[in-house]
Structures are given as C-alpha cells and as structure tokens.
C-alpha cells in the first residue's frame, strides 16, 4: 500500500478533528476467511509456550525477551501481565490465528491515548514466514486504531538489519522518520533501529 497525503485540506480537518472516545481495542479482529486475531488469552498458553520453544533460534534473531520464556508458567505470567496492560488501557496482544491454529503474536506494545498514537510489534513462527500474513495482520490492526479507536499516529520500530520487517513497513505506506543507535540490547550486543510512523491523513 503505497501513502497518499490528504490534498483536501477540509478532509483534513475532519479526519484530525474527529471527536476522541477514549476506548479499548477490540479483543477480535477478522482479516479473512483464513486469518484472524484473538486477544491472548491464559487457557492458550501452552500452545503459546511451544510455538515458541520451537521457534527459539528464528526468535532470537531480533526478539530479546525469548531466553525469559523458558516454561509454560513464564508464559501464563506473561499473558497475565499482557491482561492487566489491557484493562489500564496500555495495550494488548493477539494471538495469530491462520487456519484455525495459533502461528505468532501481533499486538500494540504501547497506547499514548493522550496524543492518540501506538506501536506495533509482532513475532510469527519461521514456517509461516513469507506469506504476509504479517503485513496483512498490521494493515488491519492500524485501520482498526484508525477507524475504530481513532487514533491517529501508527508506530513500527525495526532492527536496521531485520530486512523482513522493513519491507512490511515500506508496504504499509509507512515514513522513516529516523534512527537510534543502541536502541535495544540483544543478548550479547546492542542493535541499532529505524522509526517508521504513519497517520491517519497519510492512507487512502
């Protein structure tokens, strides 16, 4: 999806001046027949821990948190801590759900509702890579920030290396608007980052 400035300038004004509602996102999202997001939910988290445990090495390349989840009990704290982020409006994570069976994570890793803006993140097991199921599973969680909880400002932050997560960016229409040095400790060294950002006056 490539980005279109608004021209209109009242179009525009409506789009940033449409009244805010503060609200939860929605805990379902549909994309297709095939593909849908489910709010992370704790009676799922063994099936969470083993997509995981099975996916450590393709994980570990970008994604530093994997070494913390070492049993099925470190990730039920962490659905939990995911469930309590949510009800004080700080954000939420999906399950993936692709023919009916869990393949990653996608979610809003953080929700400024004072200047209406979030960040996404997300992991997928190596398997399903290449498909964009990613891209698709982001495009539809922005335009529900958009649309539904209008918010207004979309975040993706990416290791400078990780190609994959570059190229979901640069389809969703999304700016480059810098780069941080050591942005993240990764295991055994510091990595750089891009900031990709859109609006909502920025998509068709």
Same mark, same amino acid.
């Given at each position: 999806?490539?980005?279109?400035?608004?021209?209109?300038?009242?179009?525009?004004?409506?789009?940033? =001046?449409?009244?805010?509602?503060?609200?939860?996102? #929605?805990?379902?999202?549909?994309?297709?027949?095939?593909?849908? +997001?489910?709010?992370?939910?704790?009676?799922?988290?063994?099936?969470?821990?083993?997509?995981?445990?099975?996916?450590?090495?393709?994980?570990?390349?970008? &994604?530093?948190?994997?070494?913390?989840?070492?049993?099925? !009990?470190?990730?039920?704290?962490?659905?939990?801590?995911? +469930?309590?982020?949510?009800?004080?409006?700080?954000?939420?994570?999906?399950?993936? $759900?692709?023919?009916?069976?869990?393949?990653?994570?996608?979610?809003?890793?953080?929700?400024?509702?004072?200047?209406?803006?979030?960040?996404? =993140? #997300?992991? &997928?097991?190596?398997? #399903?890579?290449?498909?964009?199921?990613?891209?698709?599973?982001?495009?539809? +969680?922005?335009?529900?920030?958009?649309?539904?909880?209008?918010?207004?400002?979309?975040? !993706?932050?990416?290791? $400078?290396?990780?190609?994959?997560?570059?190229? $979901?960016?640069?389809?969703?229409?999304?700016? !480059?608007?810098?780069?941080?040095?050591?942005?993240?400790?990764?295991?055994?060294?510091?990595?750089?980052?891009?900031? #990709?950002?859109?609006?909502? $006056?920025?998509?068709?």
């Amino acid at each position: 999806m490539q980005s279109t400035i608004l021209t209109d300038t009242r179009e525009r004004r409506v789009l940033i =001046g449409k009244k805010f509602n503060y609200e939860l996102p #929605y805990p379902i999202l549909m994309i297709d027949d095939n593909l849908e +997001l489910h709010q992370m939910t704790i009676e799922h988290k063994e099936e969470l821990f083993l997509l995981i445990d099975n996916n450590r090495n393709h994980l570990r390349k970008w &994604l530093p948190w994997v070494d913390d989840i070492k049993s099925v !009990l470190d990730e039920e704290n962490f659905i939990k801590s995911t +469930l309590n982020d949510y009800s004080q409006g700080r954000g939420i994570h999906y399950e993936i $759900v692709y023919d009916g069976q869990i393949v990653g994570n996608i979610g809003l890793n953080w929700i400024d509702y004072n200047n209406r803006s979030c960040g996404v =993140g #997300y992991w &997928l097991a190596e398997k #399903y890579t290449g498909n964009g199921i990613i891209t698709k599973c982001c495009k539809r +969680l922005m335009k529900h920030c958009f649309y539904d909880l209008n918010f207004h400002r979309f975040v !993706l932050e990416v290791a $400078v290396n990780n190609t994959p997560s570059i190229k $979901v960016a640069n389809r969703l229409g999304m700016r !480059l608007e810098g780069k941080s040095l050591d942005r993240e400790w990764l295991y055994d060294h510091f990595t750089d980052s891009f900031l #990709y950002a859109i609006t909502i $006056v920025e998509i068709n």
